[in-house]
């Protein structure tokens, strides 16, 4: 049994049987209906069922005292920053006092839902659903339904009103809180527009409904009352929202890609013991100096030392090399690498926060934080914009209230709520929203996918390119690159007798020998006495005749000189091919080489992005030479060699540093950090999930010429959102005045709030119509 004790009670009864639980250490009343486990015949006793579950998961953790070795994870807060103004920074979810925007976890990971999301959700189809109806009323007398006839002006206006109301009541809130906050703080910017819009709209409207007779007679409208507009103010709440649900579910992404990193490591791992067993523990278990097992197939858990079994282990998550590293003992292998056919033992060195994969979440989550949305060019307009409205508004009732010859302050008041209407944001929130839905649309036509509108503001200034090289410019799959024979041999015969000795395995060069060998139709021989040399290469007997295949240090190993035959094999390497020796008898006979061959459009693209003005620079973390034969055949003049992740992003931060704008393309989990630094990240869309996740751009179909698509779709969105914003604003420069009265001297009248409203719809709709000539963009 536990540890057990005796308590004497308060009242000095009989002592109660107590015991500790062996996961927290308290206290455990024995005979109170605690939860108890049997393990190896002893019965534990456990002060609630989670530590009973955590116990059963790995006795042996609890039992030895390891636990008590595990290092105390302080508490994590949840704290939320805004992505444009990082030094806000707050416990929880919420909006930014400056820009408005939803802020965001810290981390890059928020448990369940966005709030917002959800809620802004319920409120657009609540806006929506007044609004349909309201457009009817609204629009029937322009459509020739008299459903105003039907039913009557005044109870038309008041249907009118009940409609709008729980829309600019309750939905708007949101909106109107991050107005008013905006005007206390002296943010001003697109909330603000949006607050002073609908509030003009909808307090005329109801001024309007419920006291026609205060207006003048030559603002009548239909029916010869005066001209309400519910449905404006609904209409623009509406649009808002659907704006906003559109940013909210692209900025909902950004913690997919930590979630995709995580997922690389596996949830347990098979921990051997001190007493001989072996144990499926949880994870967060293990600590420096375990020893585990990793099973064929399997991923590694943690980083750590080989010390028994030798295998070749699939690193390409660090390296985004595809073709496998040989692991013996003595060697370093990394957590979420994936183990290959044989069976490793090593001895954990980095466990938790400290191995290279939390290390690579740590980067991403630090990146993806320092990216600006492109609505922030429409909220720097607002900064004086708004405050110009509103003074040319209030300087319109104020001359109205002197200089009007009779009913001075109804026309000042019609001045003042023209301006405002004339005024209101529509075309603004739209400007954005509906140019990126469009290229968006375009974009996945030519297999060009869009993250969000900072992506495409980002490419659009870009100035230097950094691409990866595996699965980017090459294929990421090895083939047969080259033949040699010497003396006394053919090529065919080179490539039968070394696909016979690989045609049991299973590693990537031997299938790029085996399928130039199927290709070429050579035949192959039974092999007898096969042998696997791990870190070298295979040999056996073919036809009577030893045979080996490997590198350098199996010749080694076979006592084979390969002096007289290493200049072709360094021709061969130097085109950036991974060599192989085959030998006969003791004797060379041949040389194989396989190489990651180049997509075929890789140079065309290259060229094209050295037209559009980009700088290209190649990072890859594969040898030097064959770096440099890649470089070469693309036309790519600055490349750089043997990066690991870390090495990647630092590329892109001294990038930045120098002033750089910096586009990132790439397609492995090494590339990850990279992507999410850059101000752009362009993923493979044949790769690594999370590399995909890290991006803000992904093509779809792996092709480098889909950079260039993804450039030109950019730099056309772009100047479109721009010339949106000037349809959105040249209205108002024009309509401002006017609305304020500055052609009453010469008209005779005063602008109706009705043409106000028509010219803010204009705006709209040239806004609209622009956006939609994206569609037809030739890519």
């Known amino acids: 049994m536990s540890t057990n004790s005796q308590t004497a009670p308060a009242d000095g009864g009989a002592p109660v049987p107590t015991a500790i639980d062996p996961v927290c250490g308290m206290t455990v009343k024995l005979n109170a209906g605690k939860p108890k486990l049997v393990y190896k015949g002893t019965e534990y006793h456990f002060c609630n069922p989670k530590c009973l579950t955590r116990f059963d ?74 609004a349909v109806p309201l457009l009817i009323l609204s629009m029937g007398p322009m459509l020739s339904l008299p459903i105003r006839d039907w039913i009557g002006e005044r109870i038309a206006v008041f249907l009118e009103m009940i409609l709008a109301a729980p829309v600019v009541l309750w939905a708007a809130q949101p909106f109107f809180h991050r107005g008013w906050v905006s005007v206390k703080t002296w943010h001003l910017n697109m909330w603000t527009l949006i607050m002073l819009g609908v509030s003009a709209a909808f307090g005329y409207s109801v001024v309007a409904a419920f006291l026609p007779g205060i207006f003048p007679h030559d603002i009548a409208g239909h029916g010869g009352g005066v001209p309400v507009y519910f449905e404006a103010s609904v209409v ?20 997919d890609a930590l979630k995709a990193l995580v997922n690389l490591a596996p949830k347990k791992a098979l921990r051997l013991n001190a007493d001989g067993s072996e144990y499926e523990v949880p994870l967060e278990n293990i600590l420096v100096g375990d020893r585990i097992r990793v099973r064929p197939g399997e991923s590694v858990a943690v980083d750590g030392q080989v010390t028994e079994g030798r295998s070749s282990v699939d690193e390409s998550m660090i390296t985004g090399e595809s073709i496998p590293v040989e692991k013996n003992p003595g060697d370093t292998v990394t957590g979420g690498t994936i183990n290959g056919n ?10 938790g926060d400290d191995t290279m994969l939390a290390q690579i979440v740590k980067l991403v989550t630090s990146a993806q934080r320092s990216r600006a949305p492109i609505q922030s060019l429409a909220d720097r307009v ?56 469009a290229a968006t649309g375009r974009g996945a036509q030519a297999g060009v996918l869009i993250r969000n509108a900072a992506a495409l503001e980002r490419l659009a200034a870009a100035d230097v390119l950094v691409i990866d090289k595996t699965g980017t410019i090459t294929e990421g799959k090895p083939v047969l690159s080259g033949l040699a024979a010497f003396e006394g041999f053919s090529e065919d015969e080179v490539l039968a007798l070394a696909a016979s000795l690989e045609k049991g395995s299973g590693h990537p060069l031997a299938a790029a020998i085996l399928k130039g060998a199927g290709e070429r139709g050579a035949p192959l021989h039974e092999v007898d006495n096969f042998d696997s040399v791990t870190g070298k290469g295979v040999q056996g007997v073919i036809d009577g005749r030893r045979v ?93 060699a043997g990066l690991l992740p870390e090495g990647k ?68 969105t772009i100047r479109n959102i721009k010339q949106n914003l000037f349809f959105a604003f040249i209205y108002n420069v024009v309509g401002v005045p006017i609305a304020a009265g500055v052609l009453y001297p010469i008209t005779g009248s005063m602008l109706s709030p009705m043409l106000a409203a028509a010219a803010m719809s204009l705006s709209s709709v040239s806004v609209i119509s622009n956006a939609l000539r994206l569609r037809q963009l030739k890519l």
């Open 57 to 130: 998961a790995d006795p042996y953790f609890y039992l030895s005292g390891n636990s008590k070795r595990r290092k105390k994870a302080a508490p994590k807060a949840a704290r939320y920053t805004c992505p444009m103004d990082p030094e806000i920074v707050q416990d929880g979810p919420g909006t930014c006092p400056i820009c408005g925007m939803a802020l965001e976890p810290m981390d890059g990971q928020a448990d369940g839902p966005n709030p917002e999301l959800v809620d802004f959700t319920r409120r657009f189809w609540v806006s929506v659903a007044a």
């Open 236 to 255: 623009i709440i509406a649009l808002v929202f659907l704006g906003q649900i559109l940013e909210l579910r692209a900025r909902e992404k950004t913690g």
């Open 342 to 351: 044989g069976g490793l033992v090593i001895e954990a060195t980095k466990v």
């Open 382 to 437: 607002a900064s004086w914009f708004v405050p110009a409205v509103v003074g040319v508004a209030v300087v319109s009732f104020v001359a109205w209230l002197i200089f009007a010859p009779e009913q001075s302050f109804i026309y000042a008041i019609v001045a003042a709520v023209s301006v405002l209407m004339i005024a209101c944001p529509c075309a603004l929130g739209l400007a954005t929203p509906v140019s990126v839905i």
């Open 548 to 640: 080996a295949l490997g590198n350098s240090a199996m010749m080694c190993h076979i006592d084979l000189g390969i002096s007289d035959i290493k200049a072709d094999a360094d021709r061969l390497a130097a085109e950036g091919a991974t060599v192989m020796y085959l030998a006969v008898n003791g004797k060379p006979a041949g040389l194989i080489a396989a190489a990651d061959p180049v997509k075929a459009t890789a140079s065309e693209a290259v060229a094209a992005l050295k037209e559009a003005g980009l700088s290209v620079i190649m990072a890859t973390g594969d040898q030097e030479a064959a770096a440099r034969a890649v470089a070469g055949r693309v036309g790519i003049d600055e490349f750089r």
């Open 649 to 716: 992003k630092a590329l892109v931060d001294g990038l930045q540093a120098e002033g750089r704008s910096v586009a990132m393309a790439g397609d492995g989990v090494n590339d990850a950090p990279a992507l999410a630094a850059a101000d752009t990240g362009i993923a493979m869309g044949t790769g690594a999930d999370v590399a995909i996740e890290s991006a803000g751009i992904t093509l779809v179909k792996g092709d480098l010429q889909g950079v260039v698509k993804a450039r030109q779709l950019a730099t056309a």
